[in-house]
């Protein structure tokens, strides 16, 4: 089983500034990992998918990058409705699996 | 506008047995794979059973194989989640989900939309 560890656990930010989210593969996924937003109360949602390919509808202020077993989630400059839990998943060895997450707060 | 409704969810004893149901709309159901995935309070997301379009192949979890059932009625648009043997850790939020697809491609294992949940509490 691949296991995704994620960093920082909590990023603290302020509107405006720019988020980088990293996400680490026990083993190599090549580009087989995804990124998702959750809003408190809501269902995740898909952000990034292939590492670096933006999903229907996300903004351009998210990118995706990496390959192998390290893997990048930037937001460019934090909007109020960013904040949010992100988790990376990777489907590339059976069973799909999540990482634990990473918090994004406002500072 | 693709929807998916979950529902089903109550407290339940350890041992005891639930199915979950989520009515899809705003697709054509039965071309696509879904998915269960579940939250527990607090915590992260653990994917649970996958389903082909034409519930021919399943999967599931190691923690819920043997205890849970994915199926479908394609005819009915709705996704169901038996669920038998319950145990306290399998309390959680229940999602289900679409895979996703973007222009004529799909990517069974990439998942969007989700619903909203149903939340499953096994408490004696």
């Known amino acids: 089983e691949i296991v995704?560890?994620?960093?920082?656990?909590?990023?603290?930010?302020?509107?405006?500034?720019?988020?980088?989210?990293?996400?680490?593969?026990?083993q190599s996924v090549s580009s087989y990992l995804a990124w998702y937003q959750q809003k408190p109360g809501q269902a995740p949602r898909l952000l990034i998918y292939d590492a670096s390919n933006r999903a229907t509808g996300i903004p351009a202020r998210f990118s995706g990058s990496g390959s192998g077993t390290d893997f990048t989630l930037t937001i460019s400059s934090l909007e109020p409705e960013d904040f949010a839990v992100y988790y990376c998943q990777q489907r590339s060895n059976w069973p799909p699996f999540f990482g634990p997450g990473t918090k994004v707060d406002i500072k | 506008e693709v929807q998916l409704v979950e529902s089903g969810g109550v407290v339940v004893q350890p041992g005891g047995s639930l199915r979950l149901s989520c009515a899809a709309s705003g697709f054509t159901f039965d071309d696509y794979?879904?998915?269960?995935?579940?939250?527990?309070p607090g915590k992260g997301l653990e994917w649970v059973s996958l389903i082909s379009w034409d519930g021919g192949s399943t999967y599931y979890a190691d923690s819920v194989k043997g205890r849970f059932t994915i199926s479908r009625d394609n005819s009915k648009n709705s996704l169901y989640l038996q669920m038998n043997s319950l145990r306290t850790e399998d309390t959680a939020l229940y999602y289900c989900a679409k895979e996703y697809c973007t222009n004529g491609v799909c990517h069974h294992n990439w998942f969007d939309p989700w619903g909203q949940g149903t939340l499953v509490t096994v408490s004696s």
């Open chain 2, 33 to 40: 794979t879904m998915h269960w995935v579940r939250q527990a």
């Open chain 1, 4 to 26: 995704l560890t994620q960093s920082p656990a909590t990023l603290s930010l302020s509107p405006g500034e720019r988020a980088t989210l990293s996400c680490r593969a026990s």
